[in-house]
């Protein structure tokens, strides 16, 4: 694996991930955040409706676009976080980097979140 991408994955936040329109089948482009969590790559977002998470639990492969320190566009598969012990685990650990601690239980009710694994080539 190049080792600018494991970089850009350990210290970037911000990235692009390209979708399937579950309706519509079309690409859908979005700008969201991400989290390393020793190594495992998450994405969540704040509680309710989310169009990017169920066009990935109808088509959980996408397009993980990092975009700071580096530029690479990597295949990847996204697997929802149902689980809720392991749901709790997961956001309480990613809560407090977005100042949100004290909203634990909304977010482990009804947050998107799935962890992402890339499909890296080396």
């Keep these: 694996m190049d080792e600018r991408v494991v970089q850009a994955l350990e210290r970037d936040r911000t ?11 079309l690409p ?12 495992k790559i998450y994405i969540t977002g704040t509680p309710g409706p989310r169009s990017w998470y169920a066009n990935l639990v109808v088509n959980p492969e ?7 320190s580096v530029q690479a566009d990597l295949p990847a598969r996204a697997v929802p976080v149902i689980d809720k012990a392991r749901r709790r685990d997961i956001l309480s650990r990613i809560l407090p980097r977005l100042g949100g601690q004290d909203e634990l ?8 979140l799935v962890e992402v694994t890339l499909q890296i080539e080396g």
């Design 15 to 25: 990235v692009d991930i390209t979708t399937v329109g579950r309706r519509t089948g």
């Design 28 to 39: 859908r482009r979005i700008e969201i955040w991400f989290h390393n969590l020793d190594g």
């Design 62 to 68: 996408f397009t993980f676009h990092i975009k700071g």
């Design 105 to 112: 239980e909304p977010w482990v009710e009804g947050s998107p």
